[in-house]
């Protein structure tokens, strides 16, 4: 058993170690990031950022992007919302597809 929980401890301090790094990387992958919102990334962190084959996690750390963490996640948040915002009015929309709105004349 001394042998699993070493084995425990090491995965568990990989882990923490990763930890403070996730919210980058989940900003950098939110859905609705648009060009507008690469655009965005490129100005704050003076690097074109925008989703290719080659780009990893060790990209993101040779390119100093953690110095940004914060900018970064306000602007995946951004991007969030809005995608969250444009959803619900495609789906509103087709909702009152087809839907008359009949108006009787006022006096």
Known sequence: MKEIMEIGEQIKAC????????PILMSLRAEG????????????TGEDIRPS????????MEMKL????????????????EYGIET???KMKSEWEGIELGLKPFK
Do not use: S
């Open 15 to 22: 882990v923490n170690d990763f930890k403070p790094h996730e």
């Open 33 to 44: 990031m648009m060009d507008r919102h690469w655009d965005e990334l490129a100005t704050l």
């Open 53 to 60: 084959e080659g780009f990893t996690f060790a990209k993101v």
């Open 66 to 81: 953690l110095d940004n963490t914060d900018g970064i996640c306000d602007i995946g948040e951004k991007a969030r919302r």
């Open 88 to 90: 619900m009015l495609a």
